[in-house]
């Protein structure tokens, strides 16, 4: 159909304009779509960044007012306390406190003093002031009444606690080993036949297992260990924990430290899997006739002597004479928490498991190191009042004797209600393992030391003190 004018009207070519216009609007639209999603991205991302930057920034923020601190001078302080009180406190004389000073001070971070930029807000915290704060964390001193007392802010006495922690480990002074040459074997099972009424001469260290109170540890804690929650639940002390396990000589000092299973682990399993077991089935690595005594929870073998499970007679007299050099873990094990309050209650709840296992094997070469300067390691007096009820405020343990400050001098010593019944023999059970692991060796009698004591006890006719008597 053709219209008037001079110019006929294609159909087709209006079309094909109707479609070239609609094609421009489109492409106009998913332009301008792209420019405003582009803005946005833009937007968010600054929005993220400065939100990162803001949480990373470490200075002041701006228009904050300034806490006035006054730090303490520990040499000066040192110097107001006795004797008595300073081992109260520090847990530790005044001697070893310098002393290991100097021995971790090279691995300490530099104070800050000779900085050329700038200044320390209310001056540089000293090597002796990062130490006091450590000690009395791990005293089981409250950190805020810490800080206050050292002119910090709140979370400084733990920043200091664990930069002792790495300056202890990376002091080789320190170190904790287990003797490897035959001398220095036969050298510890002399001091140990000197504790011994009857003379037993073949014990190279007693052994035993403890639980480290922790929180109950996170998700992530489980997922980089391999352990599930309840695995860290010890049933038979109503704890979360860790399984210490420790080898001491006679002085009690200790020579091999594990810690690497959950609380539910037995004591058997625990140092059936460890690099120390490993070392004493070597052919030669012990000096022939030496072996560990530990209790029941062990299994006896060629290096391992444990007593006799519902002994009577004879075997009641061998179980006697055994426990005199075995309990002396116990008492390594005591002396360890008494003088570290830390011990007594669950690990701060922020502390991982590893951490945890950090500041544990420290604790062990302070206590070392204690023992090591005064040759016996006696010196652990009544803790501060004010840290015994921040430990039991903190749903921590009571020590009944230690904590009865009498106000006397009296030293630690080793009594029955001394016993760390709630952190000690939680691993004493079978759950995890069966008869035939713990009787690999059933076949060996003559080769396990226990029947050779067993025979030497019986041959010589030594007897038990009557019970009664030592009543």
């Not at 479609?19 to 492409?27: C, G, P, S, T, V």
């Not at 228009?63 to 006035?68: C, L, M, N, P, S």
């Not at 090279?106 to 990062?130: F, M, Y």
């Amino acid at each position: 159909m053709n219209r008037s004018g001079s110019d006929p009207f294609n159909y087709q070519d209006h079309l094909d304009d109707e479609e070239e216009l609609d094609a421009l609007h489109q492409a106009k639209r998913r332009k301008e779509v792209i420019i405003y999603a582009s803005a946005i991205a833009t937007v968010a991302a600054a929005s993220i960044l400065f939100g990162v930057l803001a949480s990373a920034h470490q200075g002041r923020v701006p228009g904050a007012v300034t806490v006035k601190r006054q730090r303490l001078a520990v040499e000066d302080y040192c110097q107001t306390l006795s004797d008595k009180h300073f081992r109260r406190r520090y847990r530790m004389g005044k001697e070893r406190f310098w002393n290991l000073l100097h021995i971790v001070g090279d691995n300490l971070p530099s104070t800050g003093e000779n900085r050329k930029n700038g200044c320390v807000p209310h001056g540089p915290i000293s090597h002796a002031a990062h130490l006091s704060m450590a000690l009395r964390i791990a005293a089981g001193a409250d950190p805020l009444d810490v800080a206050t007392n050292h002119g910090v802010n709140d979370n400084q006495p733990m920043v200091s606690f664990w930069l002792i922690m790495d300056a202890i480990h990376k002091s080789p002074q320190l170190d904790i080993q287990f003797p490897t040459s035959h001398e220095e074997q036969k050298k510890v099972a002399k001091e140990f036949e000197s504790k011994s009424s009857i003379g037993i001469s073949c014990c190279v260290g007693a052994i035993d297992g403890i639980l480290i109170w922790i929180h109950k540890p996170s998700d992530s804690d489980c997922d980089m260990l391999g352990f599930g929650q309840t695995k860290f639940f010890c049933g038979r002390k109503k704890k979360f924990g860790l399984n210490m396990q420790a080898v001491c000589d006679a002085k009690r000092r200790f020579l091999w430290v594990d810690i690497r299973y959950p609380g539910t682990t037995s004591d058997f399993f625990a140092f059936d899997q460890s690099s120390l077991k490993d070392k004493l089935e070597q052919p030669g690595f012990l000096h022939s006739g030496l072996c560990l005594f530990g209790d029941a929870a062990y299994a006896n073998s060629p290096y391992m002597c444990s007593p006799f499970r519902s002994a009577t007679g004879t075997q009641d007299d061998f179980n006697f004479f055994q426990s005199q050099l075995r309990i002396t873990i116990e008492c390594a094990f005591g002396m360890l928490v008494h003088r570290f309050g830390i011990l007594r209650k669950a690990f701060p709840v922020n502390v991982t498991v590893s951490k945890t296992n950090i500041a544990v094997l420290g604790l062990c070469k302070l206590h070392n190191f204690c023992i090591q300067s005064s040759n016996c390691g006696d010196d652990i007096v009544a803790s501060d009042f004010r840290d015994v009820s921040n430990i039991i405020m903190e749903g921590g343990m009571v020590l009944p004797r230690i904590d009865r400050d009498d106000g006397s001098d009296n030293r630690w010593r080793y009594e029955e209600e001394d016993r760390l019944d709630n952190l000690l023999d939680g691993g004493q059970h079978m759950d995890d393992h069966d008869r035939d692991d713990r009787r690999r060796y059933r076949y060996y009698r003559n080769e396990i030391p226990r029947q050779a004591i067993h025979e030497y006890i019986v041959l010589n006719e030594f007897r038990r003190p009557d019970r009664r008597a030592s009543r």
